[in-house]
């Protein structure tokens, strides 16, 4: 989280700076401000996280899904293909 952390710092004052005049004036440290800023970032931060981790999951789950599908299909149609050529040939064209 090295990069991610600094960018996460350097938001928290952009908030802090953009919000400084919600800061009630009445506590003499800012620190718990922005300390709750920071949480809600990280929290944002990790949210995002696990639902790009979960959407890569699906994606990879249904690719696995599709590549299984493709090589079932091939499989039916090497083993079926003769067998099926054959019966559709010994058909009535009525």
Same mark, same amino acid.
């Given at each position: 989280?090295?990069?991610?952390?600094?960018?996460?710092?350097? =938001?928290?004052?952009?908030?802090?700076f953009d919000? #400084? $005049?919600r800061y009630d004036?009445?506590?003499?440290?800012?620190?718990p401000w922005l300390y709750g800023?920071?949480?809600?970032?990280i929290r944002q931060y990790f949210r995002a996280a696990q639902r790009r981790e979960r959407? =890569?999951?699906r994606s990879a789950a249904l690719s696995l #899904? $599709?590549?299984?599908?493709?090589?079932l299909s091939g499989l039916e149609r090497q083993l079926l293909g003769p067998e099926l050529?054959?019966?559709?040939?010994?058909?009535?064209?009525a």
């Amino acid at each position: 989280m090295g990069a991610a952390g600094e960018d996460l710092a350097a =938001e928290t004052f952009r908030l802090a700076f953009d919000r #400084r $005049a919600r800061y009630d004036q009445r506590y003499d440290d800012a620190r718990p401000w922005l300390y709750g800023i920071a949480t809600n970032l990280i929290r944002q931060y990790f949210r995002a996280a696990q639902r790009r981790e979960r959407t =890569e999951e699906r994606s990879a789950a249904l690719s696995l #899904r $599709a590549r299984r599908e493709e090589a079932l299909s091939g499989l039916e149609r090497q083993l079926l293909g003769p067998e099926l050529a054959s019966a559709l040939g010994s058909l009535s064209p009525a």
